[in-house]
Each structure stands twice: as structure tokens, then as C-alpha cells.
């Protein structure tokens, strides 16, 4: 049987390795948000077909903005 305290530290660790990777892909995910000189999470979006990064993986923003945009636009919270 295994050792409770054992069993207990490895899902700690885990847990903290997750977080950890968690925070590190929000970070990414803030960046690409931000377009040069303007500010983090804007509703620049220019509902273009994609952007991709140096390595030609497209871009976080430019995955989720243009559906949040829609939704913005259809409850009417902007115009």
C-alpha cells in the first residue's frame, strides 16, 4: 500500500506543476493580445482570417477575439 504522505506529496507537486503551466500559457496568451502601443485585451480586431507568430501557429487573439466581438456586438454592449 502506498504511503499516504508519499501519495499526498506527489499530488501536491502535480498540482503546483499544473498551476505553474497554467500561469505560464495565460502569460503567452496576455502577450498576443497586446498589439503594439495599445493596451492588454483590446477590441482592436480587425476580424482578419488569422495571424500567425515566427513559429506559423496562429495566434491566441486571434482565435477567440473575433467570437467574443460577435458576442459584444450581438448583446449590444458595443457597437
Known amino acids: 500500500m ?4 508519499i501519495f ?21 496568451v496576455v502577450k498576443q493580445t497586446r498589439l503594439e502601443g495599445k493596451r492588454y485585451f ?7 482570417s488569422g495571424k500567425q507568430n515566427s513559429k506559423g501557429k496562429p495566434l491566441i487573439r486571434c482565435m477567440i477575439k473575433p ?3 460577435k458576442v459584444i456586438k450581438k448583446w449590444g454592449i458595443a457597437k
Open 42 to 48: 483590446g477590441l482592436n480586431c480587425d476580424s482578419c
Open 67 to 69: 467570437h467574443i466581438l
Open 8 to 28: 499526498l506529496g506527489i499530488v501536491v507537486l502535480v498540482l503546483i506543476f499544473a498551476t505553474i503551466l497554467f500561469v505560464m500559457s495565460l502569460r503567452d
Open 2 to 5: 502506498i504511503n499516504p504522505l
